[in-house]
């Protein structure tokens, strides 16, 4: 998958929990992506977070706390 639909798709699952506090939001879309998302595409975003690859989608910055919490093997069991 492209880095920018990655990226595109994390923003909207931020989008939706933005309006919940912070803390939850947070937890909301690093729960939703380990509960939904396949390690693989965890692992891309993973890449993209740490400036690995550049995106031309700027990211969430809820994505970005989100995914601090996600392993970097991109696997994550909850």
Not at 2 to 25: K, L, S, T
Not at 72 to 77: E, F, K
């Given at each position: 998958m492209q880095d920018?639909?990655?990226?595109?798709?994390a923003?909207?699952?931020a989008q939706f929990f933005a309006v919940y506090p912070e803390e939850d939001a947070v937890e909301g879309i690093r729960e939703h992506l380990?509960?939904?998302?396949?390690p693989s595409m965890r692992k891309d975003l993973l890449v993209v977070v740490n400036g690995l690859v550049p995106s031309a989608?700027?990211?969430?910055?809820l994505v970005i706390k989100a995914a601090a919490q996600l392993r970097p093997s991109g696997r994550d069991d909850g």
């Amino acid at each position: 998958m492209q880095d920018d639909e990655i990226v595109r798709m994390a923003n909207q699952i931020a989008q939706f929990f933005a309006v919940y506090p912070e803390e939850d939001a947070v937890e909301g879309i690093r729960e939703h992506l380990v509960k939904f998302w396949p390690p693989s595409m965890r692992k891309d975003l993973l890449v993209v977070v740490n400036g690995l690859v550049p995106s031309a989608v700027p990211l969430h910055p809820l994505v970005i706390k989100a995914a601090a919490q996600l392993r970097p093997s991109g696997r994550d069991d909850g």
